[in-house]
């Protein structure tokens, strides 16, 4: 008896054509687009959710530019790995036989260590391979800042209601083993649902319906029948537990929304379900910053902490930890001014370009500079009361700009008093 492979495998686009979601960057114009049919493929990074597509679209990328293709799971790659599969690219790249550079993708690439990704660097740099990742982490965070200044990173996006509809239409319209049965839609939101944006998922539910329905009956999809096949085997689906961006996105609501109980209980769900530690406590960390922030800085320090903590100790005392700090944040005073201050001023700058620096606040390390007035006239603070005297520190043209602005809470009014006592009521001069 012949056994098929999975929808998901049976569907995976071949071309640009073929592939759903992501317009952004693959639609007429845009930039992987342009890379493609100009055959000249940088290194890049694309960062995203599971089931968006990123495997794929690095195979399309290898076969549209004739490019030897070599991929890497950083799961079970080791140094050792990466070296072979580079000897390879170099022999490759000398061959006259492939139109476009070797290409290297790398699964998972923030599960590789420094020392692997250290191992990259000179074969990306010169030319040897052209690298692509894939991640579902921030490579901010992840992927050591050299291999980050060699590679764009490009951002894939969950699929929508209308995509995912789309991917359903074409999967039984074209898949030679969903043709062959019939099938009754009668509702899809509970399918888009427990999809949660992942092409994968909802083709595994769909591989799961027609398994488990027989031959002479019709494939019914609806709500309830989703949610009972679901419930029956969840596992065939997410092995690490559903909804796993919902859950999360619900962890960090609840505590922005200052409910310590439905934290817990999302912090649980994720525990239950097989979630990273890390990945708990680096949300939790960003969090702090963004959500609770000047109105109460000691959050910072224990969401850090708690992340150094999950690394010291491991499980199952690592809950103990986590808990700890999301009762604390979601208990904590919250403010997001210095969210929404390095916002406002990255919008500026990209409104004013690069304004000069002033000279006063230039630093003068040679002679040549002080002859230019480079630091002349700058007041040095730790000379004056209270370590404090006015100065223009923004450049000319902009002064009394206001980026910060104070939060209605007792940490941020404190701040704002002594704002108001060094600057005056109009912002610094």
């Known amino acids: 008896m012949q056994i098929n492979p999975p929808l998901a495998e049976r569907l995976r686009p071949k071309s640009l054509d073929d592939y759903i979601g992501q317009e952004h960057l693959v639609g007429p114009g845009s930039v992987l687009r342009s890379m493609i049919e100009t055959g000249h493929v940088a290194s890049f990074i694309l960062w995203g959710p599971p089931g968006v597509g990123k495997t794929t679209l690095a195979s399309i990328i290898a076969k549209t530019t004739n490019s030897p293709f070599y991929t890497l799971s950083a799961v079970s790659a080791g140094v050792k790995d990466v070296r072979e599969v580079l000897e390879k690219c170099k022999t490759d790249s000398r061959s006259m036989f492939s139109q476009g550079r070797p290409i290297l993708f790398i699964d998972e690439i ?53 995509q995912l509809q789309k991917l359903l239409e074409r999967a039984l319209s074209t898949d030679e083993v969903l043709k062959k049965r019939k099938v009754e839609i009668e509702s899809t939101t509970a399918l888009f649902r427990f999809a949660g944006g992942d092409a994968r998922k909802l083709l595994n539910i769909l591989d799961l319906l027609e398994q488990s329905t027989r031959q002479d009956k019709p494939i019914v999809i609806n709500d309830a029948t989703v949610t009972n096949h679901l419930q029956q085997n969840p596992s065939a689906y997410d092995k690490n537990g559903e909804m796993h961006y919902d859950i999360i996105s619900a962890f960090i609501k609840s505590i922005r929304g200052s409910d310590p109980d439905a934290a817990v209980y999302w912090l649980a769900r994720m525990i239950a379900g097989g979630e990273e530690p890390e990945f708990i406590a680096r949300r939790m960390a960003i969090l702090a910053s963004e959500d609770i922030g000047l109105a109460n800085p000691n959050a910072l320090l224990l969401a850090n902490a708690t992340f150094d903590m999950i690394h010291k100790i491991g499980w199952p005392e690592g809950r103990i930890a986590l808990s700890e700090c999301a009762i604390y944040l979601a208990n904590s005073a919250k403010s997001n001014t210095a969210y929404k201050a390095i916002n406002a001023a990255l919008d500026f700058v990209d409104t004013t370009g690069n304004l000069p620096v002033p000279l006063h606040l230039r630093n003068a390390p040679t002679k ?20 404090f005297v006015r100065q223009q520190f923004l450049p000319d043209g902009i002064q009394g700009t206001r980026f910060w602005h104070p939060g209605n809470n007792a940490s941020e009014a404190k701040m704002m008093q002594l704002y108001n006592l060094r600057w005056g009521d109009d912002g610094n001069e």
């Open 110 to 162: 923030h599960r590789f260590s420094k020392s692997q990704q250290d191992s990259l660097l000179g074969a990306v740099e010169n030319g040897t391979v052209t690298l692509i990742g894939a991640t579902t982490e921030n490579p901010s965070f992840e992927v050591i800042r050299p291999l980050l200044s060699r590679a764009q990173v490009y951002v894939l996006n969950s699929l929508g209601e209308e």
């Open 368 to 387: 040549l500079m002080k002859q230019l007035d480079y630091g002349k006239n700058y007041l040095y603070a730790h000379d004056y009361p209270g370590n």
